[in-house]
């Protein structure tokens, strides 16, 4: 059962993952039609925040499991 839940846990990272770095690449696009709006450059951020966090915790995450 955990690792029923462990696997499901990291299909839905990968396709949280894979929606934001489509916004991401959303908003860049946009960005360069016309300027953001407060709104949108909000989630902007946060998107390019939470990319970063997801990859550098899953790669802690991954080092931990194979060295720890």
Do not use: P
């Amino acid at each position: 059962m955990v690792s029923l839940l462990e696997n499901t846990f990291q299909i839905s990272a990968v396709i949280l993952l894979i929606c934001a770095v489509y916004y991401y690449r959303h908003f860049k696009k946009t960005k360069r039609e016309r300027k953001l709006t407060s709104f949108e450059f909000l989630i902007y951020i946060i998107t390019r925040i939470a990319i970063y966090l997801c990859t550098i915790s899953y790669i802690l995450l991954f080092l931990d499991r194979n060295f720890g």
